[in-house]
């Protein structure tokens, strides 16, 4: 995503992993924005408000190759009712603390998170 304003830091964080791009509070600044979720042929649509006409062309020899893992949850398939959630290296401490019951100070600056708790009902009696 390429904007035509600055981004505060909770801007950028909020819009790591937005489900809709559209929803970013800063949308009508969007200028560029190439998801790369195309997939085939040569080109990656620019799909932002301002980005008509500026696709990113592709050449030379190149290939698609689709990734192990996806980069952030995606949105609950509803004819399963089920979440897909990618566990990263990161999160490993967050969770250790999260077992051990510590919470880590806020000035630790852990980037983990601890996904594991919105699963609490599966594993822990009520």
């Excluded at 969007?30 to 990656?44: A, E, F, H």
């Excluded at 408000?49 to 398939?77: R, Y």
Aim: proline fraction near 6%.
């Amino acid at each position: 995503m390429i904007f035509n304003t600055a981004l505060t830091d909770a801007e950028i964080a909020g819009g790591t992993c937005l489900t809709y791009v559209t929803a970013h509070p800063k949308y009508t600044n969007l200028i560029d924005y190439w998801p790369g979720n195309d997939g085939y042929g040569g080109r990656l649509k620019n799909q932002a408000p301002l980005g008509a006409g500026k696709d990113f062309v592709l050449k030379g020899s190149f290939t698609w190759d689709g990734l192990a893992e996806l980069p952030c949850t995606t949105a609950p398939n509803t004819s399963t009712r089920t979440v897909s959630q990618l566990v990263k290296s990161v999160d490993v401490v967050s969770t250790l603390f999260y077992w051990m019951k510590v919470t880590p100070a806020a000035s630790w600056g852990l980037e983990g998170s601890t996904w594991l708790s919105q699963y609490e009902i599966e594993f822990i009696p009520l």
